[in-house]
Nanobody, 123 residues
Framework: QVDLLESGGGSAQAGTSLRLSCVASGFTLMINCMGWFRQVPGKGREGVAIIDGSGRRMYADSVKDRFTVSKDKTKYTLYLQMDSLKPEDTAVYYC?????????????????WGQGTQVTVAS
């Protein structure tokens, strides 16, 4: 059974940092495509960052050079380091195991999602 548990969300001021964590179980973290998507009310989910089994990373243009995705196999944990936060980064962030396509541009397919964690950035 795949289980993803996010933590680390909260409130922050613009220009500061937050780090999200996602503890994974039920599959092998290092060989799979993992990522972060986010969603604001009234809009669809938006891909933020992914990292595949070889360590290849992909970012949305809106977060490039500000966010960093990584994973620690010893802790079975996926991270999203978010620096230089902006009010437009406010959203619910979801950890995801992507099983079909490994990209930030689509979440098509049967993927596994965490419960989400709220990030709110004040200006």
């Amino acid at each position: 059974q795949v289980d993803l548990l996010e933590s680390g969300g909260g409130s922050a001021q613009a220009g500061t940092s937050l780090r999200l964590s996602c503890v994974a179980s039920g599959f092998t973290l290092m060989i799979n495509c993992m990522g972060w998507f986010r969603q604001v009310p009234g809009k669809g989910r938006e891909g933020v960052a992914i990292i595949d089994g070889s360590g290849r990373r992909m970012y949305a243009d809106s977060v490039k050079d500000r966010f960093t995705v990584s994973k620690d196999k010893t802790k079975y944990t996926l991270y999203l380091q978010m620096d230089s936060l902006k009010p437009e980064d406010t959203a619910v962030y979801y950890c995801v195991l992507l099983t079909t396509v490994c990209t930030v541009h689509s979440d098509a397919g049967r993927n596994y999602w965490g419960q989400g964690t709220q990030v709110t950035v004040a200006s």
